[in-house]
């Protein structure tokens, strides 16, 4: 195996699979390293510090390992943008876009038009292999247009066949609510195909051989000559040197490069749930989620034979909308924006919060839900959320941010300390109060009533200090935390790379990745990562002229 290559890339996320494999297939054919880590567990299991406001909660900030990273744990939906030239419905395996006017915004925030929605929806057909196949009884809800989809990318996506039990329901309490369909609740695709997931390992399928892909071998240094980064060694080595100058001598380590940014601006959006406890026989989610591992594995072999089983089915659909809301824009909380704030707000595709059905029962208070009751839990999230966090070192030794394994207590500890600060701004904690509101009163509505037994892990009541009350206690991340490595335009001191991902003051280095993103968007982050990846790989491609013979 070779020690040189043209392009290291560090990390097998949804960004980085894209960008390996992009460079790696172009006509110059460079030599690709990635390096990634591959683990017993898929899960980092990472905590946040305890968030004081919220009653002290230590948030689950759950981060994928192995190929695909975080893609390969992820809920898997897919949901096409809010613009005015689209009309397919809004949608978690999730792939949601988000609304064209957050790209216009990201563009005008890094003074570069390659992120505006006009240069973005090309690249997203570039990732699609989007299959608008719906079962018969999705068609009267579901209408995607296969023209504003490609159908010749990597990433496999499709509907479920067929949907799961109820699952209609949810748009039925929508029309009967006035909510709307596709406009208001919808239904998008989700990242899987005949009942198998896909992740970001999908890019590296058939990998050319000038693209090495080396596995247990997570980075724990950039190695600089100067101000020039040369390779990467793995865990032998012990530190990062870039970042802001306080944070990296509190831990005795030598500075390369002064960035104040680095780990600041933590963006996430959060949610917080409340459940129906439903009739028996309403849905079969229980009996799938119980089922004993010899059952399991005759429905694995089923899957494996044809592809018709329950995999195709069951937790293949999130219905999901994004809804305005009056009282939010009357408040005090929303009136002590600023201007610019307000205005973007009040745009007419750019959501207040969101609703999502059919996950998992996250929370059910202290009922214990049995292998023959029915649920239905519901979400939701804070969209265009106002506060942010940080993340700072615990230590100075890089193998204890890697930990062999969750239970590795003395290792957790020296990971990084993540503090979102979720709902610490006003204005958050006021749209998650009437975005809780709004949902319990979905929950209400005359279809779910007729097969509800009780509402379970949810407020005592519809006040605002019993939903805080709620919220405050039983808060969750979307896990999309971006922004820590923020891209920005000439002259602003906070921002780490430029639009061309190189990291300010540092040669051949680039960070491709969520953490590059100026803002949060209205979607389910997955998409954008894949996103971020296709920007970096053209932008690449284009200054090496990787693709001239």
């Known amino acids: 195996m070779s020690s040189e290559y043209d392009f290291i890339v560090v990390g097998a996320g949804a960004s980085g699979c894209v960008?390996?494999?992009?460079?790696?297939?172009?006509?110059?054919?460079?030599?690709?390293?990635?390096?990634?880590f591959q683990e017993a567990t898929m899960n980092w299991g990472y905590k946040t510090v305890p968030q004081n406001h919220l009653k002290g909660q230590q948030i689950d900030y759950s981060r994928g390992k192995g190929l695909g990273g975080s893609t390969a744990i992820n809920f898997s939906c897919w949901h096409p943008p809010n613009h005015r030239s689209h009309t397919d419905p809004q949608s978690w395996i999730v792939w949601v876009i988000g609304a064209d006017q957050d790209y216009n915004e990201w563009a005008r925030k890094v003074d570069d038009e390659t992120w505006a929605w006009k240069s973005m929806k090309g690249r997203f057909k570039k990732i699609e292999n989007y299959h608008v196949d719906i079962p018969q009884e999705g068609r009267?809800?579901?209408?995607?247009?296969?023209?504003?989809?490609?159908?010749?990318?990597?990433?496999?996506?499709?509907?479920a066949d067929p949907f799961e039990k109820g699952l209609t329901d949810v748009f039925q309490a929508a029309e009967e609510l006035g909510l709307g369909v596709n406009s208001g609740m919808g239904l998008g695709a989700a990242c899987m195909y005949e009942g198998s997931r896909t992740t970001a390992s999908a890019y590296l399928e058939n990998a050319p051989p000038n693209l090495t892909i080396r596995v247990n071998s997570p980075v724990a240094r950039v190695l600089m000559s100067g101000n020039k980064a040369l390779g990467v060694r793995t865990i032998a080595g012990n530190d990062f040197r870039i970042g802001p100058a306080a944070e990296l001598e509190k831990h005795g380590i030598p500075v390369v490069q002064n960035l104040p940014g680095v780990g600041k601006n933590l963006k996430d959006h959060c949610f917080s749930t409340a459940t129906l406890l439903l009739c028996p026989g309403s849905n079969d989610r229980m009996a799938f989620e119980t089922q004993t591992p010899e059952n399991m594995a005759a429905v694995r072999a089923q899957h494996a034979k044809d592809k018709k089983c329950v995999f195709s089915s069951m937790y293949c659909s999130v219905p999901i909308g994004w809804f305005k809301n009056d009282a939010v824009y009357i408040s005090d909380e929303f009136n002590a924006l600023g201007k610019h704030t307000q205005e973007f707000l009040k745009q007419p595709y750019v959501p207040?919060?969101?609703?999502?059905?059919?996950?998992?029962?996250?929370?059910?208070?202290?009922?214990?839900?049995?292998?023959?009751?029915?649920?239905?839990?519901?979400?939701?999230?804070?969209?265009?959320?106002?506060?942010?966090?940080?993340?700072?070192?615990?230590?100075?030794?890089?193998?204890?941010?890697?930990?062999?394994n969750i239970t590795d207590t003395r290792k957790m500890q020296d990971a990084p300390r993540v503090d979102p600060n979720l709902?610490?701004?006003?204005?958050?904690?006021?749209?998650?109060?009437?975005?809780?509101?709004?949902?319990?009163?979905f929950l209400e509505a005359p279809v779910f009533k007729k097969n509800t037994?009780?509402?379970?892990?949810?407020?005592?009541?519809?006040?605002?200090?019993?939903?805080?009350?709620?919220?405050?206690?039983?808060?969750?991340?979307?896990?999309?935390?971006?922004?820590?490595?923020?891209?920005?335009?000439?002259?602003?001191?906070?921002?780490?790379?430029?639009?061309?991902?190189?990291?300010?003051?540092?040669?051949?280095?680039?960070v491709v990745d969520l953490s590059v993103i100026p803002l949060l968007p209205n979607n389910h982050?997955?998409?954008?990562?894949?996103?971020?990846?296709?920007t970096a790989a053209e932008k690449i491609i284009a200054e090496y002229d990787l693709n001239q013979t």
């Open 453 to 510: 037994v009780k509402m379970i892990g949810c407020p005592a009541s519809k006040s605002e200090q019993d939903i805080w009350d709620h919220c405050s206690g039983n808060l969750f991340s979307s896990w999309h935390m971006c922004s820590t490595v923020r891209m920005g335009k000439m002259g602003d001191d906070e921002a780490c790379v430029a639009t061309d991902f190189r990291v300010s003051g540092v040669k051949n280095l680039r």
């Open 352 to 404: 207040i919060f969101e609703i999502a059905t059919h996950t998992p029962p996250l929370f059910v208070g202290d009922y214990d839900l049995q292998p023959t009751d029915s649920y239905l839990t519901a979400l939701a999230f804070v969209m265009n959320p106002q506060s942010h966090g940080e993340v700072t070192l615990s230590s100075a030794d890089l193998s204890a941010s890697s930990p062999k």
């Open 525 to 534: 982050t997955q998409s954008t990562a894949y996103l971020v990846g296709e």
């Open 423 to 441: 709902l610490s701004h006003p204005y958050d904690r006021r749209t998650m109060i009437e975005a809780m509101r709004k949902l319990l009163e």
């Open 19 to 36: 960008v390996a494999a992009r460079l790696a297939n172009t006509k110059q054919r460079p030599k690709i390293n990635s390096k990634t």
């Open 140 to 159: 009267r809800y579901i209408s995607p247009k296969e023209a504003d989809h490609g159908t010749s990318g990597p990433l496999h996506l499709s509907y």
